[in-house]
């Protein structure tokens, strides 16, 4: 079956995987980059946003506290750098997923 199905295409099989994975891929990439919102606190209101939605979207994010951007600062880095949540992360990216490469 395989050497028909060779004889049939031009491509590999290998090569066809690629190919479907880029004719799915590639349509959710483009309906992603239009659809997905923009930031409230930016400043920036999406397409398909009401006025009225986006400013309810930034009356929530300030009512829970929520701050906008900030700039990065060495005390932002010294506080990611010292956050146990860093630490698991690299823990387990070292305990779990680096031995699976040995395979």
């Known amino acids: 079956m395989s050497r028909c199905h060779h004889a049939l295409s031009p491509h590999t099989n290998g090569r066809w995987l690629f190919i479907i ?55 932002k880095v010294r506080r990611l750098a010292s956050s146990w949540h860093t630490w698991i992360l690299r823990e387990s990216r070292r305990g779990f997923i680096t031995p699976l490469n040995a395979f």
Do not use: H
């Open 21 to 75: 994975d880029a004719i799915i891929t590639l349509p959710i990439a483009v309906a992603g980059f239009f659809l997905y919102p923009n930031l409230p606190l930016q400043g920036k209101k999406t397409w398909w946003l009401t006025d009225e939605e986006f400013q309810l979207s930034r009356d929530r994010l300030n009512n829970i506290g929520r701050a906008g951007k900030t700039p990065w600062s060495w005390a």
